[in-house]
T-cell receptor, first 116, second 112 residues
């Protein structure tokens, strides 16, 4: 079965520190994609970063990087130099093939709180 | 570009009522989907569409219908509202499945 697991319901991090948000996935597909989204308290969903299963290099977007370890089926999000505005819910998502179609499923999320 | 728009933003229904949540995008995206987000939880896929005239079920389709007559619009119909359908509903679209999804602002639905 296709599954995304985020084992950290909540995290507290000091401002300016780096933070790693864990995401593990389960799929028998060889071709898949992994996404990270941010949801601030205002409720909107904001795309952060994408990693394809055949991408050889880890994706980076500004302060965000994705630590992709295919053998371990993990796709952790790393935020460098955290800021107060990084406080939000973070969701890991995976594109899967299901019943000859393709859809995206989400993990349960991690609530990140940045301490000043 | 307006992006992905959803109406209404808030809605209160009584058990048994029906209604349609509207979703439209002006980015010519083929892939559209509906999610529900319950308090403290992630998003669960209700229905999705890979193009006009093509829809399929997600993880939690019971009690909901969709149709996709145009590329732009993807309405979600609640057939007979139940308190268990109280949730925030998000519509999303993307150019393809390897591209980011753009989300609408959400509809907060309460069923009494």
């Amino acid at each position: 079965a296709q599954k995304i697991t985020q084992t950290q319901p909540g995290m507290f991090v000091q401002e300016k520190e780096a933070v790693t948000l864990d995401c593990t996935y389960d799929t028998s597909d060889q071709s898949y994609g992994l996404f990270w989204y941010k949801q601030p308290s205002s409720g909107e969903m904001i795309f952060l970063i994408y990693q394809g299963s055949y991408d050889e290099q880890n994706a980076t977007e500004g302060r965000y990087s994705l630590n992709f370890q295919k053998a371990r089926k993990s796709a952790n999000l790393v935020i460098s130099a955290s800021q107060l505005g990084d406080s939000a819910m973070y969701f890991c998502a995976m594109r899967v093939i299901w019943s000859s179609a393709s859809k995206i499923i989400f993990g349960s999320g991690t609530r990140l709180s940045i301490r000043p | 570009n307006a992006g992905v728009t959803q109406t209404p933003k808030f809605q209160v229904l009584k058990t048994g009522q029906s209604m349609t949540l509207q979703c439209a995008q002006d980015m010519n995206h083929e892939y559209m989907s509906w999610y529900r987000q319950d308090p403290g939880m992630g998003l669960r896929l209700i229905h999705y569409s890979v193009g006009a005239g093509i829809t399929d079920q997600g993880e939690v389709p019971n009690g909901y219908n969709v149709s996709r007559s145009t590329t732009e619009d993807f309405p979600l119909r609640l057939l007979s509202a139940a308190p268990s359908q109280t949730s925030v509903y998000f519509c999303a679209s993307s150019y393809s499945l390897i591209n980011e999804q753009f989300f609408g602002p959400g509809t907060r639905l309460t069923v009494l």
